[in-house]
Each structure stands twice: as structure tokens, then as C-alpha cells.
T-cell receptor, first 117, second 114 residues
Framework: AQTVTQSQPEMSVQEAETVTLSCTYD???????LFWYKQPPSRQMILVIR??????QNATENRFSVNFQKAAKSFSLKISDSQLGDTAMYFC??????????????FGQGTILTVHP | DAMVIQNPRYQVTQFGKPVTLSCSQT?????MYWYQQKSSQAPKLLFH???????NEADTPDNFQSRRPNTSFCFLDIRSPGLGDAAMYLC?????????????FGPGTRLTVT
């Protein structure tokens, strides 16, 4: 079974600064996707960024980028120029390509990020 | 805007009293998911529908059931809620089931059991 671990329950950052959220995972599959989801207080969870395991290039979406280290099974999220609206719970998630994990998201425990003015 | 809607946002029920949570979507997606998210924990998949095909997770208690009468609506029924069932219940949809299909989440229903 796949596991996703986020070792930072809470993080804080000053507005306009950069912050990195950590995520590690364990799987025996060779093809999979990794995701970062953002869940603002009392609002729905939205996809921030995703990475396909076969792509060596790290994904980037505006101020959000990932550092994908496949051999180390590490998938960190970097948020540049942090904004107050980035305050949220961030979940790292795994989706496998085969067996019981096909098409299903396995989430980490989440990291609460607070951006301070 | 196309979206995933969950009603009610907050639900209070009594111990053992059946409760139904509702999810609707305007995205015309084929797949609908139900997740349970307990306080400070990761969302956990309960089951999903691929069209009319129901897929239950192996560790989902029998107390939890689901219905999907049409493409747009999906319901979560808790037959006899216990105190341990208090949680946020998230509905999500995706166009297909596979690696390239993004899941779109609703705002969730927070269930309190008294």
C-alpha cells in the first residue's frame, strides 16, 4: 500500500517570503502522479500543482513549484512571494496507476501554512 | 460556474439517527467520490461511483452507504451514526478515473453527532 508522509504539521512564513513544504511517499509502482492540494479555511480543496513520475522536469505553476526527487521519494512544494491568501492546509497526495491505487488519491496528514503580514 | 455543491454545509444528528449528506455537480463528470476527513487527519476515501458502478473501499464500515440516482447527484447515507463518525465529509468529482484526471472537491459537510 502507498503511504504519504508530511512531517511538518504547521509552518509559518512572512508575506513575500519563500516557504517549502515537505512530503515523502512510499510506493513500489513505477508510474504515478503526485499532487499538492490547498484547503483554505472553510473552503473547498483545490489542486495547486501536479507532477507525473515519468517527467524529470519539476512542475511549476506561477509562484508554486515542486522539487521532485524520485529516487528519494520526495516531493516538496515551494511557494515563492507568499501571499496572505496562501494561508491554508496543504495536502500532498499520491495516485497510482495500478492495482488498488488506480485512480485513487492517498493523502498525507497535511501541513497548516500561515502567512503573516 | 461549474462546480461541486454539498448540502448542508453543517449537519447535526443524534447518535444512532440515520443521516443523509448530499452532493451535486454541474461538471457532468463520470466519477463521484466520498471522502471522510476527521479533525487534523488526511481525507480518507470511503467509496466512489464510476457512472453507475459502485466501488467500495475495503475498510469502509457497512454503516456507510451511497446512492447515485443520476449523473449529477450522489448521496452519502450513514445508517446509525456513532460519535466516531463525526467528521468533515468531502465529495469530489472527476471526468474519468485515472492518472490524468483531476479531482474537483466540494466545500464539505461537517457532521456533528450528539
Amino acid at each position: 500500500a502507498q503511504t504519504v508522509t508530511q512531517s511538518q504539521p504547521e509552518m509559518s512564513v512572512q508575506e513575500a517570503e519563500t516557504v517549502t513544504l515537505s512530503c515523502t511517499y512510499d510506493t513500489s509502482e513505477s508510474n504515478y502522479y503526485l499532487f499538492w492540494y490547498k484547503q483554505p479555511p472553510s473552503r473547498q480543496m483545490i489542486l495547486v500543482i501536479r507532477q507525473e513520475a515519468y517527467k524529470q522536469q519539476n512542475a511549476t505553476e506561477n509562484r508554486f513549484s515542486v522539487n521532485f526527487q524520485k529516487a528519494a521519494k520526495s516531493f516538496s512544494l515551494k511557494i515563492s512571494d507568499s501571499q496572505l491568501g496562501d494561508t491554508a492546509m496543504y495536502f500532498c497526495a499520491f495516485m497510482g496507476s495500478g492495482g488498488t491505487s488506480y485512480g485513487k488519491l492517498t493523502f498525507g496528514q497535511g501541513t497548516i501554512l500561515t502567512v503573516h503580514p | 460556474d461549474a462546480m461541486v455543491i454539498q448540502n448542508p454545509r453543517y449537519q447535526v444528528t443524534q447518535f444512532g439517527k440515520p443521516v443523509t449528506l448530499s452532493c451535486s455537480q454541474t461538471l457532468n463528470h463520470n466519477v463521484m467520490y466520498w471522502y471522510q476527513q476527521k479533525s487534523s487527519q488526511a481525507p480518507k476515501l470511503l467509496f466512489h461511483y464510476y457512472d453507475k458502478d459502485f466501488n467500495n473501499e475495503a475498510d469502509t464500515p457497512d454503516n456507510f452507504q451511497s446512492r447515485r440516482p443520476n449523473t449529477s447527484f450522489c448521496f452519502l447515507d450513514i445508517r446509525s451514526p456513532g460519535l466516531g463518525d463525526a467528521a468533515m465529509y468531502l465529495c469530489a468529482t472527476s471526468r474519468g478515473r485515472g492518472l490524468s484526471y483531476e479531482q474537483y472537491f466540494g466545500p464539505g459537510t461537517r457532521l456533528t453527532v450528539t
